[in-house]
């Protein structure tokens, strides 16, 4: 059995928890580490579970008999994610914290930490599958799947991964369903074992986003204009606050007992708010045709027009798509070794796609397979 050294990041959570135990009973040396990111020092917006998190995962390194540490990476974070997501919402864009998280610090700057402290590999919970590549080469000597339980799959944030990040990353989990998780999780006595899954922000855990806007981003109010005929329905708080296609919380009447309200765009230039009522004929609800743009690949970049498939949000379904690299410039984008020598592409979608944001992650699927994402612009 291989003695090849690993660092475990350990949420707290029942994943990462099973990823250390499936790890140790391979016989690999193992390690567990907490990521500090975030302990909202400024104490302005709700409960952050790191706490209870930290306790929960040294418990389960104790059952399991491994050292664990708790890497403090909330300057990086702070910088890196947090950062980014607040200039984003302020230019008006959809920032994605839990890619940039995965890329940026995860294995970023904590794989970084795992390499100077003399590990092989850095470990975590994602349900996803590493497995190698059949015709190996520099830039593809890995590739990465999606978990087996598709409802659990979590490939879509690593879609900006570069082949180097990849070669260092380990993912034990990804081909178990949850059920089967859970019982391995159950019949080891884990602490964690019947402990409930985080539906949060990777770093502010079950705090909605509006209040973690609302304690860090200025207001900015502006007039909230129908689409279709420019006539001024109110005025919002904060362009911030809304994002494409939501319904809920426009706070303004429809006056129409079968037809609601649908953010449609932001106008920065008046910081308005665009909304149509709900449908197939809102005027930029629907979507035939983008482009992204800071394009990353995993592997081998497409330089050629393809077929592809495409997921625009975490849970959306793959879609077929056209992919039309635009030839430029290399663009370093969020990973300096994956750069393509294409910056942008345009997406011709088979079916048209709803509410797609600037700033949002598309990520790039071959069947299975991710090869990449990139940002809409």
């Known amino acids: 059995m291989s003695r090849e050294r690993i660092l475990v990041g350990m949420s707290g ?3 990462s928890s099973v990823a250390a135990l499936l790890l140790q009973q391979q016989g690999f040396e193992v390690v567990g580490a907490y990521m500090k990111n975030w302990i909202n020092e400024d104490n302005v917006i709700g409960e952050c579970p790191w706490m209870q998190d930290i306790v929960d995962a040294r418990a389960v390194a104790d059952q399991l008999g ?18 980014y997501l607040l200039d984003g919402y302020q230019r ?25 402290e003399g590990f092989t590999a850095l470990a975590t919970g994602h349900y996803a599958r590493r497995v190698s590549s059949s015709q190996p080469s520099t830039l593809s000597s890995q590739l990465l799947l999606e978990g087996l339980d598709k409802n659990k799959d979590q490939s879509y944030f690593l879609a ?4 180097e990040q990849l070669r260092f990353a380990r ?4 081909h178990l369903p949850k059920p089967e998780l859970r019982r391995l999780a159950a019949d080891a006595k884990l602490a964690t074992a019947a402990k409930k899954d985080s539906q949060g922000i990777c770093f502010i855990g079950e705090v909605k986003m509006a209040d973690f806007l609302t304690a860090y981003v200025p207001e900015h109010p502006g007039p909230i204009v129908r689409a279709t005929d420019g006539q001024i329905l109110g005025e919002h708080r904060g362009l911030h606050y809304y994002t494409i296609g939501q319904r809920r919380g426009i706070r303004i009447p429809s006056n129409t007992d079968d037809k609601a309200y649908v953010v449609t765009g932001k106008r920065a230039a008046d910081h308005a708010l665009l909304v149509a009522f709900d449908g ?4 930029g609800l629907w979507t035939s045709e983008c482009r992204i ?10 330089s050629a027009p393809r077929r592809l498939e495409c997921r625009v949000r975490y849970r959306d379904p793959r879609v077929a798509i056209e992919f039309n690299p635009v030839a430029g410039v290399a663009d370093p984008g ?23 944001a600037c700033g949002q992650i598309m990520a790039l699927y071959d069947g299975e397979q991710l090869l990449g994402g990139g940002v809409f612009v």
């Open 92 to 116: 008006g864009l959809t920032p994605n914290p839990d890619v940039m998280c995965n890329s940026r610090v995860k294995f970023g700057v904590f794989r970084a930490y795992a390499e100077a």
């Open 160 to 163: 900006l991964l570069s082949q």
């Open 334 to 356: 969020p990973n300096p070794g994956s750069a393509s020598p294409a910056t942008t592409a345009t997406i011709k979608f088979s079916t048209p796609q709803r509410a797609l």
């Open 171 to 174: 993912f034990p989990i990804g």
């Open 13 to 15: 959570g029942v994943d």
């Open 293 to 302: 743009h800071r394009l990353s690949f995993i592997g081998e970049p497409i």
């Open 66 to 83: 491994i050292e664990f540490r708790v890497v403090n990476l909330m300057e990086d974070y702070r910088r890196l994610v947090v950062d």
């Open 280 to 283: 197939p004929e809102a005027p």
